[in-house]
């Protein structure tokens, strides 16, 4: 962050957008994710999964209401893919699945003057976190108490510039334990492996979705082998990378899920991890069993 300024701004160039359009895209979506969309208030965000029939994620989603039904904030490298997939669904229902990501210009802004940034900008400021407030060309999304997201049509880039690229609010999601879904890591985890059942990501209640067995069996039978932490290398690393401990030689024992740098040097990220190796405190290690060593870090686990 610019230490001369009381926020900080970035263009997230490396997330998407899918539009959601129709009378019955409400419905659609509730039958397809992991949240309950039926209940979602015009005026609140929700995380949410979609998942193969074998319950592994194939995108993960922050749905957000907008006038003309529900933008989809997905990774970018992943939208035009699961646009073209979701669509497939839709069937005779009367929904529209599209690639808005040319279309929606997504900002995140973060520190204690973002809030007034906004406000300079001429737009609203939801209270709550992920509450939603819209205009004639924006959304606004307060995902923390000092952290938004605006997402607003390419006419209004020019009006909302960034002093920072967009590694630093991919580090801001990771210290808040929220994983992205990409390309690399696309059909690998469970929703419980990166934790999405203790983001509110999950609705247990609702009735059946692609996957959804398998999410419920994972839960209710104690059957998860794998989960989610935060942790610090001093070296570079990127989605998808192989992990490995000493306890299960010959294999991987957990794959990263995302990265950014760390202010001080070296990486930052959340990795999937066998819960074997964590509970015997095998120290693990990026790439080989002899490669840099993760220093486990807090992870968050608010919804």
């Not at 129709?22 to 005026?43: K, Y």
Request: aromatic share 6%.
């Amino acid at each position: 962050m610019d230490t001369k300024v009381s926020h900080a701004a970035a263009e997230l160039k490396r997330l998407g957008t899918l539009s959601c359009t129709g009378d019955e895209a409400r419905a659609f979506l509730h039958a397809q994710l992991t949240s309950d969309i039926s209940g979602l208030e015009p005026d609140r965000a929700r995380y949410a999964g979609w998942c193969s029939a074998k319950g592994r994620l194939l995108a993960t989603f922050l749905v957000v209401p907008f006038a003309r039904g529900f933008l989809l904030q997905v990774s970018r490298d992943l939208a035009p893919a699961v646009a073209k997939r979701l669509s497939m669904f839709v069937l005779r229902a009367r929904v529209k699945v599209a690639d808005a990501s040319a279309d929606w210009v997504q900002f995140g802004l973060w520190g204690p003057g973002a809030a007034e940034r906004l406000a300079a900008l001429g737009m609203p400021v939801p209270a709550g976190d992920l509450a939603v407030a819209v205009t004639a060309d924006a959304v606004v999304v307060r995902i923390a108490q000092q952290r938004f997201l605006l997402m607003a049509t390419a006419a209004l880039r020019e009006r909302a510039p960034g002093n920072c690229d967009d590694d630093a609010w991919a580090l801001e999601e990771i210290r808040a334990g929220r994983p992205l879904v990409v390309q690399a890591t696309q059909d690998l985890f469970v929703p419980q492996m990166v934790n999405l059942e203790r983001l509110g990501a999950v609705d247990f209640k609702k009735g059946c979705y692609p996957g959804q067995e398998i999410v419920a069996r994972t839960q209710y039978r104690g059957v998860l082998k794998r989960r989610m932490v935060r942790a610090r290398i001093a070296a570079s690393a990127a989605p998808g990378n192989d992990l490995y401990a000493a306890d299960l030689p010959g294999q991987a024992s957990g794959t990263v899920v995302n990265a950014a740098p760390a202010p001080e040097g070296g990486t930052e990220l959340l990795a999937v991890v066998q819960i074997s190796s964590l509970e015997s405190a095998s120290p693990i290690h990026l790439g080989t069993v002899d490669g840099p060593q993760l220093e486990l870090l807090p992870l968050s686990t608010a919804a």
